[in-house]
């Protein structure tokens, strides 16, 4: 397996920016579950581009799912998602196709597959397809919400911005999932927009960090090595184009600490065992703790600006200018967060089956 | 597969902290490797206690390989080495069984598996378990080596206390993988080992970061989602004990970076492409460019600390206090550099696997 | 994982015999081969129905490679087929959904997944879904095919009409490659038929035995345990519709030999080891030794037959008579055969690649 | 993985015929579960030579299980058993290494490995490892038996030698467990074993047939494609050493038959729906339906015979003849027994964990 994830339910993607479709077949989802439309659309329209801070690019999300639903229910079978790809425009792309844009991953691409490998927009390794990662992801969440599970991010984070941090768990999770853009702190939200606009006004693009907490997971989910909860949530979460870090907990702040400090002590309240703190970030030994499971990550501001950039000509072997002109967006983070919600929801529920089955997830 | 890791080249691991043995499978290195076992000593050498800064626990590490090979050459089948516990004191952790330590894995795993996992000395979660990774890891390391790839970790930091940047990376790798305490700046070195007896006379433990260099690695390796460079490197990290984040190249410090100023621009060098700066680690799309993988992972303090705590009594359902008792080390950070070394040894040998195959591998 | 297969390259199925779309994702498949959409065509002929012998729907089997090409050439990236459904009538199955078709998936499809889990026409287990594995199917055989590997089968048996057996390997592999009723023999053909039309007379149906060749594939593919060569094969054949058995070379016949007859002798022949008989079927523990590779399938009779038979009613928890009305084949041996190939294709390509990499195959 | 078996719950076994141990892991069971060292002794006794029909090899069989127990409970981490070899004389096998014995796997492990992969007696293909696969197939059919669920298999034959069919399944399975030389009709037995020393006193070998029930399994195990409950079984019974072919429920005759002669009918019986017949096997769809699921496979004599055999001499490239020395059985069927029964335990173990989950199976 390469392009898939999960060894209970697995989901596979497939499609490239400017094919006639992106999808995904989510496979292991037990039969019985009612399959919320309503619910993936609100997620596409959360990835979707937003107002002058996005992409001009406007893509319409309509999805379609061709198999594993029985009149909206799942039948257990392999469910494939389909996403139309519209208001496609190659020819951006064309004249610059092999003078690599620097830190996006046409280059790579190019050494991996070789001139075949490199499409116009990205290709399968363009932002596009998380459409399909949002989809299927939009399906996780719903079953993981069904046993009190409950996954939100906020944007902790763009340039030197930052936002509130978590206070009321459960409220503020609701409110963050009816946002487009996602903040506990709305003046935040204004400050990080002129941050945005303004790095859109120098044809530059900003970086910034998310933050996601899970609540409602219980306690023993994970495996003391290899698979832990950790390795896995940051296998699926460097899947979120631009990540470049993952913190869980005091993240990296633990690096300052000790032992006293950054120890969680635990208590008893109302017969249930909690911890003081959450340094730990829910996860001690690679498996939850019953704390909310939190983590932090990083995401380098778009590769594709308006500036000239040095490059080199692959065809010509030497160096070269580059001045990008596909559309494009001056920061992906409030964009991304949808995307991180999706994997994560995915990782988790697949860990999940570990514990319960598939009759226990019924 | 739960605690194993690898498509191709896989390990398994065994093993509980005041077993016989500690253990672990490698299976599908090619056959016609000679294994030098004294290279597998001075890998578990630099994992053992060193001095005062670590815990009195002295552990022989005698290993031996029961199968896979013939006459100190792979034959191609699984090869499983065996390390030895001596030196097992069970008794100071029998009281204190079912109070489990603040930060330690003691209480996720009795959610997890009940009253049968928690084991004295964190048993299967016990640190002590890295010596079969080591040990694989020296494998590997040995035939990443025999294909040019170098993989080097140094102390970035104790503390507050700061190692200097990576300058000259072969011979800084060279020197690195020489010493125990393994920093770039003796002098830094110093100021960590004060740092670290500091908190030891507290009865404390201290954290710190550690900065890793993958050298030579080829272009092109990696998939564009899911199983990314990163995803799997991360996976595998999250199993060196006492981690908490990991970050790439600039890491998150690209949060705060405009996409001019982060992006890697590409020029030739003696007809090769290279990047006037590395913030993407080495790593675009999921795929290596062939500038060096560089990675950060965050190391919380040693949770095991001498002072009382507040905990839980398991069996009673009370609050309780807790005066550890076991050996331990006052800072993990110096020993779990080899074993950073070793996971990614094992990540990277068993992705390259895809590009070259076992006849490639050779 | 559940309904794919391979490990480095992978293939996904999806889809029901009554939606839209059956579709299957081909993930692992190296950049740079052109994939000839003719053959696809031609292999997807040969499962069609062939005239009176076969089911009078008539599926047109348009489909469309929607990822993973970059005009007409791979790209290295999940490949994703869609195959049109066409011609459903669902009414002909409303009636009796509820009524398990003797020795058809429909009881343990409703055990496993419940009432959801019952389609009508079989659903995601309905035969109609090889559509999707002869098409990726068709695509492995190219690769393999550029390797020096052909693949070949020939209906052995129909009931009790066998063909002959096979002679000169490269020939007899090129002529049933262009045939829709693969037999080496064209009186068999005639007999077979009649044998065929004579069960459907009777409406009935009728069994029959497959038989297939591996031919040019090196010695040393397969491993000694699990993953051996015959272990891998049967994984995925048992996975074309109706087969309930499979043997290699003399197969169940070993069970009445001495050591002496089964024994395969070794000897040079233009200084190249041979064998004198290949009662291995061209495997030894586990893996290749070079010679052909031969196994024989055997496949029930259609159960879907136009008699009254005794069934059960699952809604009412009561007896009931069944007389199936849907289109149906008599017999299926001929259709199955490039099923058979097809899968066998995958299992072979995939075990290749831990020989070659990625690199290796291009 | 290569010699690994198993999603959920996994085994990898090591080890050579002539290493210190042979060994596997198995990862996944649950903790809480009491583990029998008399029943695995008693797995292993019936897998060790008998008397006269067998190798004079005089196997001990000492096991130690390294990990994975807490006073003989499973703790839910990874068991390791390691079983001693002893009586081992490499000397039997020096002179011809490089002289592949007929039919045996050296050649093909020649191929794959080069010259290391051939190890005296076998090596890693020996059937000594499956010392190891017993064992751990004694754990999962522990488990297996407190949920239920029973498999047992009897030797159908021996040359041309046939055993009574299944009567009743409870107590035939009963009986069969208690038996080394496992047949449900006492006089074939004594014609069997006349066959076994009729092809010893010939210095030949002779092969056979064993059929296997697995009564208990709940309808709605297995996938609809690929893994499927044959599909599965399989992949792990071609790993029992010499098996050339499997067949379920009616097996190969299902290609004689008409379909509404295969076909069995449902019924309800104590409001629980059967089939007058079984000629399925008890697997429609590749999924189980309640039934008990049946096959047979097929064992090739053993292929180390005291007669001079013609082979080649892979050192001087010249053809050679080959009379080999090594103790050998005249016949492995009735040892193969309790191979079977332990992967096939194993393979079902893995499977039921889809369904009911870790805590499902505790």
């Not at 006639?20 to 659309?41: H, R």
């Amino acid at each position: 397996m390469k392009n898939s994830f999960g060894n209970n339910i697995t989901v596979t993607i497939f499609g490239e920016s400017h094919g006639e479709y992106i999808g995904a077949v989510l496979d292991g989802i037990p039969s019985g579950i009612a399959v919320d439309t309503d619910f993936i659309k609100k997620q596409l329209d959360k990835r979707r581009p937003h107002g002058t801070i996005s992409t001009s690019r406007a893509e319409e999300d309509n999805f379609k799912i061709i198999s594993g639903l029985n009149g909206g229910i799942t039948c257990g079978t392999p469910l494939c998602i389909l996403v139309e790809n519209s208001n496609i425009r190659s020819k951006d792309y064309e004249n610059t196709i092999l003078k690599p844009r620097p830190s996006h991953a046409d280059y790579s691409l190019f050494c991996k597959y070789g001139q075949e490998g490199i499409l116009p927009g990205g290709g399968h390794s363009s932002g596009r397809i998380t459409v399909a990662l949002v989809a299927v992801g939009a399906i996780a969440l719903s079953v993981l919400k069904s046993k009190g599970i409950f996954i939100g991010t906020h944007i902790k984070q763009i340039g030197d911005i930052k936002d509130r941090e978590f206070a009321d768990l459960t409220s503020d999770i609701d409110n963050l999932n009816d946002m487009k853009f996602a903040v506990l702190d709305e003046k935040a939200k204004e400050k990080m927009m002129e941050k945005i606009n303004s790095a859109k006004s120098q044809n530059d693009s900003i970086g910034g960090v998310l933050e996601t907490v899970i609540s409602g997971l219980p306690a023993g989910v994970g495996e003391p090595w290899f698979d832990s909860l950790e390795g896995v949530i940051s296998h699926a979460v460097f899947s979120v184009p631009g990540v470049k870090g993952i913190e869980f907990g005091a993240g990296f702040s633990v690096g300052l600490m000790q032992g006293s400090e950054a120890n969680d002590e635990f208590f008893y309240e109302n017969g249930e065992v909690r911890t003081k703190t959450n340094n730990s970030g829910g996860i001690l030994g690679g498996i939850s703790n019953g704390q909310p499971v939190v983590f932090r990550t990083a995401l380098k501001p778009t590769p594709t600006i308006s500036k000239e950039q040095d490059t080199v000509d692959l065809k010509e072997k030497i160096n070269a200018k580059l001045l990008a002109t596909g559309r494009h967006d001056p920061c992906i983070v409030h964009r991304a967060r949808v995307v991180t919600d999706s994997v994560t929801a995915l990782a988790v529920l697949d860990m999940l089956c570990e514990k319960y089955g598939r009759d226990g997830l019924k």
